[in-house]
């Protein structure tokens, strides 16, 4: 077997192993990206560009016009309010990535008086691209793991960060 053979047949397996292990299918752009995307889509509206940024467990099977409606729904009813968010660094852990993120927002039933929340994302690859997959808050114990420079909580209770 000729040299120019041999290095074709490497080229192939790097390719094959990295469509198994996941790293040559994922498009350019990093966990961070889409969490960042997703947040920016959901607080202005935009809850089309939202979908494709979802994996299909979030999704829950339903098709892109039923969930857009659903998101518009559930928006104007709770009236939801996106004030800023801060992405951190994610951390890719094999075939899933862990992305911590500051919120800052208010709705009528759950979060009414407008505290800052620190929460977790979680992504898998799904169709050659990050999708969002989980979200869900982190406890205070936590917080200093994801974001160091977090200060206590203060005297008013909310969460305060030194931005």
């Given at each position: 077997?000729?040299?120019?053979?041999?290095?074709?047949?490497?080229?192939i397996?790097?390719?094959?192993?990295?469509?198994?292990?996941?790293?040559?299918a994922?498009?350019?752009?990093?966990?961070?990206?889409?969490?960042?995307?997703?947040?920016?889509?959901l607080?202005?509206?935009?809850?089309?560009?939202a979908?494709?940024?979802?994996?299909?467990?979030?999704?829950?099977?339903?098709?892109?016009?039923?969930?857009?409606?659903?998101?518009?729904?559930?928006?104007?009813?709770?009236d939801?309010?996106?004030?800023?968010?801060?992405?951190?660094?994610?951390?890719?852990?094999?075939?899933?990535?862990?992305?911590?993120?500051?919120?800052?927002?208010?709705?009528r039933?759950?979060?009414?008086?407008?505290?800052?929340?620190?929460?977790?994302?979680?992504?898998?690859?799904?169709?050659?691209?990050?999708?969002?997959?989980r979200?869900t808050?982190?406890?205070?114990?936590e917080?200093?793991?994801?974001?160091?420079?977090?200060?206590?909580r203060d005297?008013?209770g909310t969460?305060?960060?030194?931005?």
């Amino acid at each position: 077997m000729g040299r120019a053979t041999r290095f074709g047949w490497n080229v192939i397996a790097l390719f094959v192993l990295g469509l198994t292990t996941g790293a040559l299918a994922l498009e350019p752009g990093s966990p961070d990206d889409t969490v960042r995307s997703y947040l920016q889509a959901l607080k202005d509206g935009k809850f089309a560009a939202a979908y494709d940024l979802i994996s299909k467990a979030m999704k829950q099977g339903k098709d892109r016009e039923v969930w857009v409606k659903e998101q518009q729904a559930m928006t104007a009813v709770a009236d939801v309010k996106i004030f800023e968010f801060e992405v951190q660094p994610g951390k890719i852990e094999g075939d899933k990535a862990l992305v911590p993120n500051f919120l800052s927002s208010q709705d009528r039933f759950v979060n009414t008086l407008g505290l800052d929340e620190y929460e977790l994302y979680t992504l898998v690859g799904e169709d050659g691209r990050w999708k969002a997959d989980r979200q869900t808050l982190i406890e205070p114990a936590e917080v200093p793991k994801w974001f160091p420079k977090a200060r206590k909580r203060d005297a008013g209770g909310t969460d305060a960060a030194s931005h």
